[in-house]
């Protein structure tokens, strides 16, 4: 495939789960679309819409019922170091610092061939730009709810997968970290060229960070329901992005939407 291919396709995809006792219970209505290398897609729905369950297809953790979807033309089939991960809670490993808990996830990442060395400097590289630097020997168990979320980011960026697939990452945190780790995660992404796909509730925190927003309808059979571009130039900053006209009409646009079907 040339490297102009879409990063992502969902082609007809559809997902449903045997209900418990009897019965199939339709998650995803059929759904299609396309993300391109380098950008920044956020989906958003009313909750129970399907949205996890989007990521996971992405992730190659669950498998569609119909339809396929591809990375950069290659059938997603299963998980896959090409696709990184971040969820709203951490797994990390209690007994490992923040920094070894990055190392060991490089170091089971085989396919870099770094050396010892570079992997520590990578870790650090990453720790000190989510502002981990002083707290990077501490246990998980010592560090607040958005440190312990910064190292899972800053693991999640040093693997170096094409695809980040972030499923609410910052959805457990206080409304003062969530702030900062936005800012972090914009400045973040706007240092790389790699493919971000969010899942977030809040209107606000896609149009900071987003080129597109996907909206979900209300399940069962959810399916994109509007494809959003979120005109604003680069490098954002808060400030700016939220004093605009078009701010305030795309920001009542998406609560509209997601308020008339809940
Ligand atoms: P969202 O992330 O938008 O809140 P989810 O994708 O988590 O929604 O869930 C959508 C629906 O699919 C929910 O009704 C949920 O109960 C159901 N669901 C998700 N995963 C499973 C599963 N593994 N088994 C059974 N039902 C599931
Ligand atoms: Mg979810």
New binding site residues.
């Given amino acids: 495939m040339t490297s102009t291919a879409p990063a992502l396709t969902v082609e007809g995809i559809t997902k449903?789960?045997?209900?418990?006792g009897r019965g199939f219970?339709p998650?995803l209505g059929e759904t299609s679309f396309s993300i391109e290398q380098g950008e920044f897609v956020t989906i958003i729905?009313?909750?129970?819409?399907?949205?996890?369950?989007?990521?996971?297809l992405l992730a190659g953790l669950?498998t569609p019922d119909a339809g396929t979807l591809t990375l950069t033309g290659d059938p997603i089939l299963r998980p896959s170091r090409r696709l990184g991960v971040v969820f709203q809670q951490h797994v990390l490993l209690p007994w490992m610092s923040a920094r070894q808990n990055v190392l060991f996830a490089l170091e089971a990442d085989g396919r870099s061939g770094r050396s010892a060395k570079d992997r520590e400097q990578l870790a650090d590289y990453w720790l000190d730009l989510v502002q981990l630097s002083d707290s990077k020997d501490m246990k998980p168990g010592q560090l607040s709810g958005g440190m312990q979320q910064r190292v899972g980011i800053a693991r999640a960026f040093a693997l170096e997968s094409e695809v980040l697939l972030l499923?609410?990452p910052l959805g457990a945190l206080d409304a003062l970290t969530r702030h900062a780790l936005q800012l972090q995660l914009l400045h973040l992404s706007e240092q790389e060229s790699r493919t971000f796909v969010l899942?977030t509730h809040d209107v606000d925190e896609a149009l900071l960070l987003s080129d597109r927003i996907l909206v979900?309808s209300q399940?069962?059979e959810?399916r994109v329901m509007r494809d959003v571009r979120v005109p604003f130039p680069r490098p954002r900053d808060r400030d700016t992005v939220q004093a605009s006209q078009e701010y305030l009409a795309l920001r009542r646009d998406l609560l509209d939407l997601l308020t008339a079907q809940s």
């Avoid at 449903?16 to 418990?20: A, I, L, V």
């Avoid at 729905?45 to 989007?54: D, E, H, I, Q």
């Fill in positions: 449903g789960f045997p209900r418990r219970q998650v729905g009313p909750s129970g819409s399907g949205k996890s369950t989007l990521l996971k669950e499923d609410e899942v979900l399940g069962p959810a």
